[in-house]
């Protein structure tokens, strides 16, 4: 089975098909002097795709078995609130499907 981010990888190329696509990463880190900083929205997809046509939509990649935390079912429920799209991608068919419907739009 391939790892999350080797499927990932496999998306966000992809995607770059039909817009900018852009990999969010959340945590906190340490600088070189060991100073923690926090980076993103807690929940926040993987990705979000900025298409051709104007849309943004936020894509958050699992392996065929993994599943959703807490804060990011919280994220997806705000976002979508907002009128956004929010997509669960586990494989590079399900990239293949959003670019065939946004060419078609």
């Known amino acids: 089975m391939k790892s999350e981010t080797q499927i990932q990888n496999a ?18 880190y340490l600088t070189r002097n ?3 900083i926090a980076i993103g929205i807690p929940g926040e997809p993987d990705l979000t795709l900025f298409t051709k046509t104007g849309e943004t939509i936020f894509i ?3 392996t065929p078995t993994g599943r959703q935390s807490g804060k990011q079912k919280h994220f997806q429920k705000v976002v979508e609130s907002y009128g956004f799209r929010y997509l669960i991608m586990r494989s590079v068919e399900d990239a293949n499907k959003l670019i065939s419907e946004v060419k078609h739009e």
């Open 60 to 62: 958050e990649i699992k």
């Open 11 to 28: 998306i966000r190329v992809a995607l770059s098909e039909i817009g900018i696509v852009r990999r969010n990463n959340v945590g906190v």
């Open 34 to 36: 060991g100073t923690p």
